[in-house]
């Protein structure tokens, strides 16, 4: 999408001229699932898909917002010292973009003025790749750049969780805020989601790429079995602190929850937390395999990962599996799984590049066959956070 075009949709719905546009990124997770909001690791990327936002200041308070995307959509407009979500059809993916100016006032920011923002973006929606983190992001990068706020990045990030928490009432952890605003170019970046101690690693994978699947099945986080994970594991650390002076479940090794299961003496609580645990250390092995240039072991990792999901965290589906299972039977893959949150949404790959274009025609046919309607698969260029261009 270029810039020119950004401008001519903004000049065709506001009828002015654009001021700034700018870029915000989507993400992928390696590795590390369901583990951020239980102090664990997770290791994510951006990629160069996400959203684009064309700004343009106002005179008065009003701020009006506009999606390219939702061509159903009326232009939405609020006074931007307004702290209400916005309600009614077509109306709430503004609350993601209102969110960040009302997380911003309660820190403290100030907005003199008004503005009108288009918004378009070229994630697929409910693909999973974080669409909320990124618009999130690019409000914050966006209000800080032109307001000139004397605000951290890492403070946008904690906003943006902030959004989804309180604002849209979603309880996930940090990582998609963080993966898109910290990004790095061809970078992926080891988060402990307890301390938010962070490195990046250089995604060097030789003569492999990272193959998006997409099921085309959206998934909804905030009505899907999110939040009643998140309660099984808080359940499940609740037990286990009758003998273990812990918080959080990515505290605990392989070898204790292994030995201190019969604390949780629930089968289901039992398998929610055994996924975190080997999940975690999972994730710190695959950060150990990329330093060692053994994609080999990253792949089985990977593998391992989605085998986890699916049977003992129970989040997968059919659409999921049938991908990464697929994947798995086709040369020159090291690994597969389904990332974020599950119930539809993506999976990754990771494909030798000559064998890139029959790994999307083979696992696609198989996907139609079996699921009915077909997938699609994106190559994944890692990008750099939020930006003007």
């Known amino acids: ?151 951290e990045q890492l403070t946008l990030v904690k906003l943006g969780q902030k959004v989804e928490n309180d604002y849209i009432g979603l309880n996930s952890g940090i990582m998609d805020q963080f993966a898109v605003g910290m990004g790095k170019k061809d970078n992926a970046i080891l988060l402990d989601a307890n301390t938010l101690a962070y490195n990046y690693y250089p995604l060097e994978l030789g003569d492999y790429i990272v193959v998006i699947m997409n099921t085309n099945k959206k998934h909804s986080l905030a009505d899907s079995k999110y939040n009643e994970r998140r309660a099984q594991n808080e359940e499940a650390v609740r037990r286990l602190q009758s003998a273990l002076d812990i918080k959080y479940l990515g505290e605990l090794t392989n070898d204790q929850i292994d030995q201190y299961s019969y604390l949780i003496g629930d089968y289901t609580l039992i398998r929610r937390a055994r996924h975190v645990v080997l999940e975690n250390q999972r994730t710190l092995q695959a950060r150990d395999a990329l330093l060692n240039g053994d994609l080999e072991l990253l792949g089985r990792l990977i593998n391992a990962s989605h085998v986890s999901l699916k049977n003992d965290y129970e989040v997968s589906g059919v659409e999921l599996d049938t991908l990464a299972e697929t994947a798995w039977q086709q040369p020159g893959v090291l690994g597969a799984r389904m990332i974020g949150g599950g119930f539809g949404g993506s999976g990754i790959a990771i494909v030798k590049k000559d064998q890139v274009a029959a790994f999307k025609q083979n696992v696609g046919r198989v996907y139609e066959d079996k699921i009915g309607y077909k997938a699609d698969f994106y190559d994944a260029e890692i990008a750099g956070g939020p930006q003007q261009l």
């Open 1 to 151: 999408m270029n810039k020119e075009q950004l401008l001519q949709e903004y000049e065709q719905v506001f009828h002015e001229a654009g001021k700034s546009v700018y870029f915000s990124p989507g993400r992928i997770n390696l590795i590390g699932e369901y583990t951020d909001f239980n102090g664990g690791h997770v290791f994510p990327c951006a990629i160069s898909l996400g959203t684009y936002g064309v700004y343009a200041p106002r005179t008065d308070t009003k701020v009006e917002m506009s999606s390219a995307n939702m061509t159903d959509s009326p232009i939405v407009s609020f006074d931007i010292n307004d702290a209400e979500p916005e309600k009614g059809n077509g109306k709430t993916w503004a609350n993601y973009l209102k969110g960040m100016i009302v997380q911003l006032r309660k820190a403290g920011y100030t907005f003199d003025h008004g503005f009108n923002l288009l918004v378009h973006g070229n994630l697929p929606y409910g693909a999973g790749l974080s669409s909320s983190a990124s618009i999130e992001l690019l409000m914050g990068y966006i209000l800080k750049a032109e307001y000139d706020l004397d605000v």
